[in-house]
């Protein structure tokens, strides 16, 4: 079964290298950035809008999206001024209800057939980013709805489990910082909306920036910043190495890189666990044996609950100091919480550092894990969490290392997982 799933999407693959110049990701391609690193990572929809003052000007003026805009002031002062204080009814006044984001789509479905500045915002800036990289075969009405419905989905998750105290996908690791119940994280979500609504100027009146703005309010109370932490790795961790790929000659390997899977320990002394440390020997093997003469290592702050370590960069200091690989063969990815997540988001590193994706590259990781990496079970939450798979895993290799291929599709935001979108 897993080689047909492989080779349904090894075609797939195909597709989207011989299409990619006419409407997907573009290499050089300069992203829209806003003020929020958080809102970059996880919303760029509202940060390409935002970056347009065409668009601006065009979406605050359109009367049906000025009267939800409005109509979202007014039900949050509303709900400011009630006696009881009610955080529920607060926090829903926020959130987009599915005939308001129904009568969105509808709106921006219909503009795109005769407003020239949000196709171009398509055309010039959604599809190139990458973003939206799962989208790129829907026709530019189903694409900007689908953006649309993606970003909508996503800040009311945010809001459910960050306002309302609701469980995440993976809520031992993701969830609410406070007790919700308590009237000191109430009394902060109050004071919060009233600030934001009253005594910071509003940066636009767009239909979306009461919600958005009050989203990465929620994010930022909790120190939930783990999806833009470490921003720009490109200029930041990852530069040296980034510096040196232009210089390696990868026709002398048979690999592009080594993904060293993470295995996070799950109290606040340990920075790596025992099969995290072997996995770490078990990829420094194969680097030894000149099967690819980069190293990526994937890990986030997710075990314990709010962890001060990322597992990446604990595990690039071990490979330095205990094994000696040089700091420039090392591409770090902080960010990854989940197997699924470290496949994608090392399949990012590798098209986004201009790594050969003619070349396959290694997974290793313990036999226990690697079983599962091609497990259809991998498959099946993969499809079901992304959307995709983030890479085609192909043949084994020995029984801790297996040989993958980055996908295109790994580009695509997910702001339903926000601490790693």
Known sequence: ???????????GFLTTIMGQKKSGFYSGFKKSISESKVQDQNFYLFSAIQNNPEMVSFLEQHDQLNTIFKNKKKNITESLNLDNNDIESLINTYKFSDEEIKNISFILREEVKSTKALELLI???LRPSGNYENFKSLDNLDYIVAVWELCAKGLNQSLSVYGLGEKGRYPEI???????KDKYYQGSLLMWSDMLLNKKEASTNLFFQPSLDFTLALLYM????????????????????????????FNEFPYSSILILGNGPENNKDTLTARGK???QLGVIEYQQKKAPLIIVSGGHAHPFRTAFAEAIEMKKELVKR???PEDRILIDPYARHTTTNLRNASRLIILSNIPLNKLGLVVTNNEHSKYVEDNKFFERCIEELGYMPSLILERINSTTLEYQPKIESLHQNPLDPLDP
């Open 1 to 11: 079964m897993k080689r047909i799933y492989t080779l349904i999407f090894f075609v």
């Open 123 to 125: 055309t010039t800036n």
């Open 174 to 180: 993701d969830s609410v910082s406070y007790n919700i």
């Open 222 to 249: 909790n120190h939930r910043d783990e999806s833009a932490r470490y921003e720009p790795l490109d200029s930041g961790a990852n530069k040296n190495t980034i510096a040196a790929i232009s210089k390696i000659k």
């Open 278 to 280: 072997l996995n770490l």
């Open 323 to 325: 094994f000696h690989i």
